[in-house]
């Protein structure tokens, strides 16, 4: 801390011998003429080499190495592209100058100007004419041979990781291609974007415990939406037959390499369609990304080669359970041999109000989650899990529900909308004796969206995609904290 501190004190003094000799350490506007990658990349291969000496160029970046020679140095400069060698020599730009030169750090911002040339050992660099100031850095970047490698580090100051990890910035690279894949996907096949509120009065579209906030004006608590699903519903009920929207949604649970309180989230809702038709749309989306984005339909995830290639297996919850779980038919046969099948596990407690849908749930999530590598849908869940879906003909004890799993995370939840607006009303009001009883992930009663659907909504399908997990998954990332920019921290330690 001391040594810092000391090259903090050394920095500040040269600000103060800037500000002394008539030079403003924190400049104005410099318009630059090219980007350094583009420079590299049109001299890649020795063309247009006759061009080099008559080419006049302006740059502007980060100065990320600096070796001074007597009266010449060689530095590196680093703009958003990449980075690219420079040169210097007080022969040709004055004393003046090259002593202001002397006076900057690695992490100082400069704009130059000046001609290309190729060293002798073929390096492209720019010889500098004229160069400026545009800002003082006060703190020295982690030496380049010991990086920035603390991860709690890395996320607390993710402009110092982007600084000097170019994998991270290329992780958020790929991750505004994805969305942008995305968008284009759903407005080719007549998709409209929306917005829905991000505070709402109720929180509903999911089980999860919401986040609470107050308006005063108002004189009402709001809660910061769980999930945009109910207003993308209305809409439906309005006309509008096929929507999505790319959102943030706020879940008050813990966090983990798979959670983060605030993510994004991809939803889309189709009039007239199940969820059947979602898997196949569902196919379709992912791949396009991946050849659009990755080049190919394989990717490489914590190891392990994952195939994107369509048709994805199809299994029920309860098939998977007894051919990737283990377990034998007659422990899936009733709902007391499932309580009981949780039960020997430590995952549930028999009794009356015991849910057999939740002890499914937990069983999947305990025997056979982590299993999914290969793209895979799990379809058909207990009704109880899912309080917004459609019953399946015929089995009233199940809805028409699929989950996308990818690297055994899961990556998407879909399924054919309920639309009976008394059955709604029901299972709302099912959700607020559990919440009454202390499930505080249970749903309120939302009597605006029954309203809507007893002015009619068609047979509808709607599906959530996880932008961070599909980015993890694209990227090979560790944790969902690698390709959000800014996760959630404890306080910071003195």
């Not at 008539?22 to 090219?34: E, I, K, L, T």
């Not at 290329?170 to 998709?191: K, L, T, V």
């Not at 943030?248 to 390499?257: D, V």
Request: with cysteine; proline share 5%.
């Amino acid at each position: 801390m001391e040594e810092l501190n000391e090259l903090i004190r050394e920095r500040r003094k040269k600000l103060e011998e800037l500000r002394e000799a008539g030079v403003d350490p924190y400049g104005q506007r410099f318009q630059a003429s090219h980007l350094a990658q583009d420079l590299i990349c049109r001299f890649q291969d020795g063309k247009e080499e006759d061009l080099l000496e008559k080419s006049p160029v302006s740059l502007a970046g980060r100065l990320m190495s600096i070796r001074r020679h007597g009266k010449a140095s060689f530095a590196h400069l680093k703009d958003r592209s990449g980075r690219i060698q420079i040169y210097l020599r007080e022969d040709e730009v004055g004393e003046g100058p090259y002593a202001l030169f002397k006076k900057l750090d690695i992490g100082d911002l400069i704009g130059l100007q000046g001609n290309l040339f190729r060293t002798k050992t073929g390096e492209l660099t720019v010889r500098i004419k004229e160069f400026e100031v545009l800002s003082k850095s006060l703190r020295p970047l982690p030496e380049k041979w010991h990086g920035l490698s603390d991860v709690e580090l890395r996320y607390r100051q993710r402009y110092l990781d982007l600084l000097v990890n170019p994998q991270v910035s290329e992780i958020f690279r790929i991750r505004s291609q994805i969305i942008r894949a995305i968008r284009e996907f759903f407005d080719e096949r007549g998709y409209l974007e929306v917005e829905t509120p991000m505070m709402q009065s109720l929180a509903g579209g999911a089980m999860a415990r919401p986040f609470v906030t107050y308006h005063h004006a108002l004189n009402l608590n709001l809660y910061l939406r769980i999930a945009p699903e109910l207003y993308l519903k209305r809409l439906v009920v309005g006309g509008l037959d096929r929507v999505y929207e790319i959102n943030r949604n706020f879940r008050n649970e813990g966090i983990s390499t798979q959670h983060n309180p605030e993510f994004t989230m991809l939803e889309f809702y189709q009039a007239y369609s199940d969820y059947l038709e979602l898997m196949d749309l569902t196919e379709e989306l992912i791949g396009l990304v991946a050849r659009q984005i990755l080049g190919g339909m394989e990717i490489e995830f914590r190891g392990l080669r994952i195939n994107l290639r369509p048709p994805w297996p199809r299994l029920t919850l309860l098939d998977s359970l007894i051919q990737l779980g283990g377990m034998a038919p007659q422990d899936l046969a009733s709902p007391e041999a499932i309580l009981d099948s949780a039960a020997k596990v430590g995952l549930s407690s028999p009794g009356k109000e015991a849910s057999w849908g939740k002890a499914l749930g937990e069983l999947f999530e305990a025997r056979v989650e982590e299993k999914l590598v290969q793209p895979t849908f799990i379809l058909d869940y207990p009704l109880d899990l899912s309080p917004l879906a459609k019953k399946k003909r015929n089995q009233p004890d199940w809805v028409e529900r699929f989950e996308l799993f990818i690297g055994g995370l899961e990556v998407a939840n879909a399924y054919s909308e309920l639309n009976d607006p008394i059955e709604q009303r029901s299972r709302f009001e099912e959700q607020a004796r559990q919440r009454e009883m202390g499930d505080e992930e249970a749903q309120a009663v939302d009597d605006d969206f029954v309203r809507a659907l007893e002015y009619g909504m068609p047979p509808c399908a709607g599906e959530g995609i996880g932008i961070d997990r599909l980015v993890m998954i694209f990227t090979d990332s560790a944790s969902i904290r690698d390709v959000i920019l800014f996760p959630h921290m404890r306080p910071e330690r003195e």
